[in-house]
């Protein structure tokens, strides 16, 4: 097909929604290590699981072998009312660029969450209230996943109990507001309505909270209180596949056209955004039938995959989750306060850890200010005033794009446009007052982290 006749924005039609998750795990030779339990080091059992966790969720989790899941027809009907996402050909960005590469972003922003966090956002709350739970529990960083939930739990009418990182809190009001809004009950994280909450904040007097922090409370109120589980908007395996409907549709809209892209981008936090976008192409890697470049982006202050160790640790800084075998820069690790652009957390997906660790999928730590400069350019010829998670994807877009041009490449790229940052304007305007710093933690300091790995028999750390 001519390249003339790709348009700007490659629209789905209602019925190529997905209707079955795609679960990546079951092409994978090696699993992604299981969760174990903290006190005994063993494989967490579904029963252990679902005192955390809705059963239907703890069944996806631990299912390694399915690999097509079927979507609800309720969680179709409400991914309707903002899917089919957009994948758009960056033709201005191409342009201003001078590159001879294809550029296109998969947007996932087109929601009042303003993120990809919705789509598993109403997986989760469908399955709670298939269970008859009265409510949720999570905690929330930067707010798009509270915001989510949130949205998530009224559209079901269950209850929503948020634990937001205080720093968070406190420099976002109105994402805070966005969530009331929706019925949530908001908490500035660590508290003293927890008795998690009230230990850290004894031995860290003033702290202003991590989502490690703030996943230790929501999952003791879920865990003391009747009727209610704990849902986590990252990292773990389920959310990844609900997460493959952002991979699915990109796959979709490019097949259409007969674009087959050569360099896939995604930034990683937890690595749900780039585990779903990258799912159906990795099968086809997995499965020897195609071969792509994927390129997780991280922040040089909080390089999980890139200075980080592949060993069990927790997902909280409580140390009441089960340990989770990844690439981690230790539970106790609360990147610099002076960090914006969120992908704070310490972890970083099992699925995607394996992955990485197998060689299938590199990975790249970037520093914000160079982030931040991404964003402005590309919000300038683009329109979208991207998310600062997101302009990390953005940063290494570019980056191949222009190496591109110097080489005369016509490489096709695909990078995951995760969310909007109409919230993150204290951020933009550090930047604009050029005041922005860029904060890369020493070897000292990681090797702090690395020192509260727990020590699990059979692995060597
Ligand atoms: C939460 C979030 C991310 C990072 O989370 P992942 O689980 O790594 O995808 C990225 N972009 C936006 C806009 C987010 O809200």
């Not at 927790?314 to 820069?329: N, Q, R, S």
Request: aromatic letters at 10%.
């Amino acid at each position: 097909m001519s390249e003339n006749t790709i348009p700007y924005k490659i629209y789905l039609s209602e019925n190529e929604i997905p209707d079955k998750w795609y679960n990546l795990r079951a092409d994978m030779k090696n699993k992604p290590a299981p969760l174990l339990n903290p006190a005994t080091c063993k494989p967490m059992t579904a029963d252990e699981l679902g005192v955390v966790f809705c059963d239907e969720l703890v069944a996806q989790e631990l299912d390694d072998t399915t690999p097509y899941i079927e979507i609800p027809q309720e969680i179709r009907d409400f991914y309707k009312m903002y899917r089919p996402s957009p994948l758009i050909r960056a033709y201005c960005l191409e342009k201003a660029l001078g590159t001879p590469a294809k550029i296109y972003y998969k947007f996932e922003g087109n929601n009042t969450s303003g993120s990809h966090k919705l789509n598993s956002a109403i997986a989760q709350a469908y399955y709670a209230k298939k269970q008859g739970l009265k409510g949720v529990t999570t905690e929330t960083g930067a707010g798009q996943w509270g915001t989510a939930l949130s949205m998530a739990c009224a559209y079901f009418g269950l209850d929503c109990k948020v634990f937001m990182v205080k720093v968070s809190y406190e420099q976002k009001p109105f994402r805070r507001e966005v969530m009331r809004t929706y019925g949530a009950n908001v908490t500035p994280s660590p508290s003293t309505t927890t008795a998690v909450g009230r230990k850290i904040l004894e031995a860290h007097p003033g702290t202003t909270g991590s989502l490690g922090c703030a996943i230790s409370e929501a999952v003791e109120v879920a865990t003391s209180n009747p009727g209610y589980r704990y849902v986590l908007g990252s990292v773990l395996n389920q959310v990844l596949l609900h997460q493959s409907v952002i991979g699915m549709e990109s796959k979709t809209a490019l097949d259409k056209y007969g674009v087959k892209p050569d360099v896939i981008i995604g930034c990683a936090g937890g690595g749900s955004n780039l585990g779903g976008l990258i799912a159906p192409f990795m099968g086809e890697k997995l499965r020897g039938e195609k071969d792509y470049q994927f390129i997780a982006v991280e922040p040089a202050s909080c390089p999980s995959f890139t200075r980080g160790r592949f060993a069990y640790d927790f997902c909280d800084t409580g140390m009441i989750c089960p340990l989770a075998k990844m690439y981690t820069l230790g539970s106790g690790f609360i990147p610099s306060a002076n960090h914006a652009g969120g992908l704070r957390f310490h972890g970083m997906s099992s699925t995607l850890s394996q992955l990485y660790h197998d060689g299938l999928m590199e990975a790249r730590a970037v520093e914000q200010t160079a982030v931040f400069a991404a964003a402005e350019q590309f919000a300038r010829v683009e329109g979208i005033l991207p998310a600062p998670e997101s302009s990390h994807a953005i940063r290494v877009a570019i980056d191949e794009a222009l190496r591109c041009k110097e080489t005369g490449e016509e490489k096709t790229i695909l990078f995951g446009l995760t969310g909007t940052g109409y919230f993150d304007m204290t951020a933009y305007e550090k930047f604009n007052d050029g005041v922005m710093t860029d904060y890369i933690p020493t070897d000292e300091d990681l090797e702090a982290g690395f020192k509260g790995l727990p020590v699990v028999p059979g692995q060597d750390q």
